[in-house]
């Protein structure tokens, strides 16, 4: 298992209620680092790589770089994004969401998961320890047999 080498960067849409927030039990871990949408993120990211939709495919070539994700609704992570258009992209292949997608409003982008889900499917393609990063999120059983990872 390869350890990363810089924090994960996570900017969070300021209207995103943090109570709902599926990456909020990692916050104060010092592997990764917080920022609220639109401040200024302080972590230089010129090393780092986007999760998003678009982008090559993610793999373990990408393990060297830091890892930037944008925290919101789809269509307010859609708004975070060109402030960030100088980070490559990077794209997850196919998981199955266990989070209860409830809007009747927007559709999810096909292969939409929760920032948590996406996170952790990330960390696994990178070769990085996933421990303790889906401790605190209520679907993690039904996510990881959903997508053939057992028990962890």
């Not at 292949?93 to 939409?112: E, Q």
Request: net charge positive; proline share 10%.
């Amino acid at each position: 298992m390869v350890q990363p080498t810089l924090r994960t960067v996570i900017v969070i849409h300021p209207k995103e209620r943090r109570s709902k927030c599926s990456v909020e039990p990692l916050r104060g871990r010092g592997d990764f680092a917080f920022f609220t949408f639109p401040h200024p993120v302080t972590v230089d990211l010129s090393n780092y790589i986007q999760l998003g939709i678009g982008g090559p495919e993610l793999s373990a070539a990408d393990a060297g770089h830091g890892l930037l994700l944008l925290d919101g609704t789809w269509r307010r992570a859609e708004h975070m994004a060109p402030f960030y258009r100088q980070v490559p992209v990077r794209t997850l292949p196919p998981i199955l969401t266990a989070y209860p997608r409830r809007s009747s409003v927007f559709p999810d982008p096909p292969g939409g998961l929760a920032t948590i889900e996406a996170l952790y499917a990330a960390y696994r393609i990178l070769g990085w320890p996933t421990e303790g990063l889906l401790d605190r999120y209520h679907w993690k059983q039904q996510f990881l047999e959903m997508n053939g990872w057992g028990r962890e």
